[in-house]
C-alpha cells in the first residue's frame, strides 16, 4: 500500500491536489521472454504510430481489424463537442464481426466455453457455427415474436450463461440496443433501469447455481415489472431463459401472453437465418447504467463502429489474444468488463472464451485453478477482489494444479503490490505476464495500461496511457501536476477516443456537467484539445510515465471493483419510513476493498432499535441487490452537521475509518460528533490512522 508521509503545508482543506503522496517505488518486472516471442504487439514504432501528430487517424489500425460493410470517410468528427463522432460514413455489424465471419476459418472452433457451478455438470463448448445458429435463431425470435427492431431498447437481466451473449448477439444482429442489467441486481434496480432505457421486452431467466444453491431469478423480473409500470414504461413481453430445458427453476408465477419461456417457442424458428443489419458506425450498440453521484444511475450509450473497434484492438494488442488462446475473464457479463472483455473484443478475435457460471471459491479454493487446468486457460483476466480472495483462502493452491499462464489481468481496483506479487509468483509460477488495466464503464476499454511485451510491469501502478491515450494529471488550479512531483491530482484524458461512450442516455447535459464541465477550457470551441475528460479518479505520475489510480474523488463506492452510489444507497434507506436523514460513507475493507457504511437519524421520537436496522438492510438489498449491503447500520443521535445545516458525510468517513476528522469546531453541533465517535469506535480511544487518498477526500465536495 501507499505510504503516505506527508500532507503539503497549508492546506486548509484537504482537496486531492494538494496532497503530495509519496510512496516506495516498486521495481520494474520485466515480461517473460517466452510471452514476448509470441505476443502481438512487439514493434515499439506503435508508441509513435499512436502520438499526437498520428491523431485520429492513428486509430484506423483498429477499425481496420474489423470487417465493415461500408467504410467511413471521417475518423473523427469534432463538430459537436463533446459529442464526439467516430468512423462516420461507415457501416457495420457488430453480430456478423463476432460470428459470421468467423466460420469460413474457425467454425467448429469454441467461440464459448460454459463452466457450470456444480462440477458435476461438465462444461459444454459452443463453436462459432453453433453460435451462429443460435444467434440467428434468437434473432428470429427477437423480430418475429417480438417485433423489434433496430433502435429498439430491450432489457436483459441473466447470469452468467452462453445463452447471454447470445441474446446480446441477436440483439446487435438486429440492431437493437442492448441494456445489460447485472444479475445480482434486484428485481427493482433492474425496473429503473428498464423504465430509463424504454424497454418494452424484458430477457430473463428461471434460474442458476450460485454458491451450490439454485437461484430463483425469475421473480425478480416480476417486481422490474411493476417497477417500470409505476415509473410509466409498460413492459409486455418477458423472455425466460430456462437453464435446465423443460424444467422450471423458478416459482414465481408464469404470466399468460406476457411471460415465455425461450425453448418452448425458439424451434418455431429452427434454422432461420437474419441477415446482420449493417448499422451506421454511430448507431448505439448498448446501454450500460453505471451509478454516479445523484441517486439515478446513468445509462452510458456505447457506439456501435468506435466502441468495437477499440475493444478488439485493445483484446488483440493488451490482452495479447490469438485465435488459438483459451481467454478467461472471470468478470460478470452485467458490467462493462465482460461486454468488452468476455464478448465484443474475444470474439471479435475468434477466440475461446470462458464463462463460469458461480462463485470462484465454490466448492473449494481450489475451483478456479482446477477450471484452469482443465479448459488449459492460457490468459486470465480478474480483479483485485477476486485475487485477495482466492490468496487468502487457498494461499499455496495454484501450485496444486497444472495450468500455465502466459498473461494476467486485473482490473477494476488499485492493487496493493503484495498482493500483485502473489498474483505474479504463485497464481502466474513466475511465467505470465501481468497488465493492471484502468479504465470505466464509460470508457468502453483501457486507458492506461502496460503494452504487456514492451514496458516492464511495476506492481500497483497501471502504467502509461493506452496507445492514443494522453492522459494527465490535473490539479484543483487547473493546472496539470508534473510527473515525478508526488503530488495527486485528478486524472483526465486530453484527447476523445473510439472507445468513449456518445452520450447519457437520454441526458446530453449531465453527460457534459459531469465530464467535461471541470476542465473544458472554452464552451465554444471545436477543438478536442479544449475539452479533457475527467475520470473523478485520483491519481500520481511518476517520472517513468507511469499513472498509479489512488481511487475515485467523488461519491461514488468501488465495493470489489463494482461502482455503487452512495446517494443511491441512501435513497433506499429513505424509503425506511422511520429514517430521517441518511449518510453512506466508504469504509476500508481487507478483501473488497471499499465497503458501504451507513448513518441513520430517526424521525423525532422514535427510538433506535434491530428492527429498524433490519428494515434497512432489506431496503438496500431490494433497491439495489445483496452486493451494496453495508458493513454496519448505525443509528446516531444526530447527524453532524455544518451550521448551514450541510450533512459532514467527511467527518462520518473519517469516524468510519479511524482517520483524523480535522476541524470540526465550526459544526453547528460538535459535540455528537464524540457520541457518534463512541458508536463507531467504542469508548476507547483508538489509534488514528492516515488513510488512502480516496477516504481523505471522500466528501470535501459538498
Ligand atoms: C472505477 C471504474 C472498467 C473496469 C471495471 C470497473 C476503478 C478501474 C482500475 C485499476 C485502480 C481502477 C477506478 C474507476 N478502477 N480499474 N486498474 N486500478 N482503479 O469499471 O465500475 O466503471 O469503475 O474503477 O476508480 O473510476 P467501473
Known sequence: MAEILERSKGAVETSEAQIAVHWREEEYYYPPAKFVGQANLTDPSVIERFSEKNFPECFREYADLLSWDQYWHTTLDTSDPPFWKWFVGGKINA????????????????????VPEPESEAPVSVTYRELYVRVNEFAALLRDFCGLKSGDRVTIHMPMVPELPVTMLACARLGVIHSVVFGGFSGEACGMRAA?????????????????????????ADIALEIAKKEGQAVDKVLVWRRHLGKNASASPFVKERDFFVDEILPNYSGEIVPPVPMDAEAPLFLMYTSGSTGKPKGCQH????????????????????????????????????????????LALAATSVLYEGVPTYPDAGRVWRIAERLDVNIFHTS???????????????????????????????????????????VGKGEAVIVDTWWQTENGGFLCSTKPALDPMKPGSAGPGMPGIYPLIMDENNEPVTAGSGKAGNICIRNPWPGIMQTIWGDRDRFVTQYYSKYCKNRSSKDWHDW????????????????????????????????????????????????????VVPVVDEIKGRVPEVYIALQPGLQASQAIVDKVNKAI????????????????????????????????????????????TTLANPDVVEKVREMVQGKEAVALADGPEDLKKFGTEE
Open 95 to 114: 453480430s456478423y464481426n463476432c460470428v459470421d465471419r468467423h466460420l469460413a476459418k474457425y467454425k467448429n472452433k469454441a467461440a464459448l466455453i460454459f
Open 196 to 220: 430509463d432505457s424504454g424497454s418494452r421486452v424484458l430477457i430473463t431467466m428461471d434460474g442458476y447455481y450460485r454458491n451450490g444453491k439454485m437461484i430463483d431469478h425469475k421473480a425478480g
Open 303 to 346: 457506439r456501435t463502429g468506435g466502441y468495437l473497434s477499440y475493444v478488439a484492438g485493445t483484446s488483440k494488442y493488451i490482452q495479447d489474444i490469438h485465435p488459438e488462446d483459451v481467454y478467461w475473464c472471470m468478470a460478470d457479463i452485467g458490467w462493462i468488463t465482460g461486454h468488452s472483455y468476455i464478448v465484443y473484443g474475444p
Open 384 to 426: 483485485p477482489t477476486a485475487i485477495r480472495m482466492l490468496r487468502k483462502s487457498g494461499h499455496d493452491e495454484p501450485a496444486k494444479y497444472n495450468y500455465h499462464f502466459k498473461h494476467m489481468t486485473t482490473v477494476g481496483e488499485p492493487i496493493e503490490p503484495e498482493v500483485w506479487r502473489w498474483y505474479h509468483d504463485v
Open 532 to 583: 479533457p475528460y475527467f475520470a473523478a479518479d485520483g491519481a500520481v505520475l511518476a517520472v517513468d510515465g507511469y499513472f498509479r489510480i489512488l481511487g475515485r474523488v467523488d461519491d461514488v463506492i468501488n465495493v470489489a471493483g463494482h461502482r455503487l452510489g452512495t446517494k443511491e444507497i441512501e435513497s433506499a434507506c429513505l424509503t425506511v419510513s422511520e429514517v430521517a436523514e441518511a449518510a
Open 621 to 664: 438489498e431490494t433497491m439495489i441487490g445483496k452486493i451494496a449491503r453495508p458493513r454496519r447500520v448505525l443509528i446516531v443521535p444526530d447527524m453532524p452537521k455544518t451550521r448551514s445545516g450541510k450533512l459532514m458525510r467527511r467527518v462520518l468517513a473519517a469516524l468510519s475509518n479511524n482517520m483524523n476528522t480535522g476541524d470540526i
